[in-house]
């Protein structure tokens, strides 16, 4: 089975563990390349990214972690860690980081002051059709005001994307491992292995 790493320098890691956890999956946190030379995917959580950004140089991490996107590893990416994958990043701190995997345009803060933070239903489209809405959770999230061709949009919120997909990379702008629904977890790794983790999810439920 698939190790499936979780970025842990900074931020809402945990959570995003507990979901990978509840599915059945193996997990572990990262925070060496040592660590990163030992998962098959990554979930990179919300936090803070110019924390995050530092974080990943002063620890050696940043640039083993762009061969290994460069090379195709599934990355998910959440909030903060959306706004590491962009392409480009606005109202960032002029030495943020980012690693360029997804060709977006994130503006940091962009839902504004009156909208540090809000929820809201979305529909997404890789749930499946007549899929139960996701309920979205939006922390002085990032807004996507730019994206290119090859990016496919999976949910959006008031014609804003809010969930992405270039390729192996994902990105949400909300925090999907806030919500109690496993979901978005399990669609992200079924992405990339055969066996069904919503399947399996959906049999331990029945059981209890
Ligand atoms: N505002 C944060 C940033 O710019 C992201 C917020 C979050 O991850 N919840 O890094």
Do not use: W
């Amino acid at each position: 089975a698939p190790m499936i790493g979780v970025l842990a320098l900074q931020g809402a890691f945990e959570s995003h563990q507990q979901r990978l956890t509840e599915l059945g999956a193996l997990s572990r946190q990262v925070r060496t390349p040592r660590d990163l030379a030992g998962v098959d995917a990554l979930v990179m959580p919300g936090g803070e990214s110019t924390t995050m950004s530092r974080l990943l140089l002063s620890s050696e991490l940043f640039d083993p972690l762009a061969q290994r996107i460069a090379d195709g590893m599934p990355v998910f990416g959440t909030c903060a860690g959306m706004i590491l994958l962009a392409t480009e990043v606005l109202d960032g701190r002029p030495d943020q980081r980012s690693f360029g995997a997804i060709d977006i345009t994130v503006q940091r803060n962009g839902y504004g002051r009156q909208l540090d933070s809000f929820e809201t239903d979305l529909t997404v489209s890789v749930l499946g059709p007549g899929a139960a809405p996701f309920h979205g959770v939006f922390i002085r999230a990032p807004k996507v005001t730019r994206l290119g061709d090859d990016v496919e949009v999976l949910a959006e919120h008031d014609g804003v994307p809010v969930l992405l997909r270039q390729g192996a990379v994902y990105v949400a702008s909300f925090h999907p491992e806030l919500a109690g629904d496993h979901r978005l977890h399990a669609a992200f790794l079924n992405s990339f292995q055969h066996e069904s983790f919503s399947e399996r999810h959906d049999a331990q439920t029945e059981n209890t």
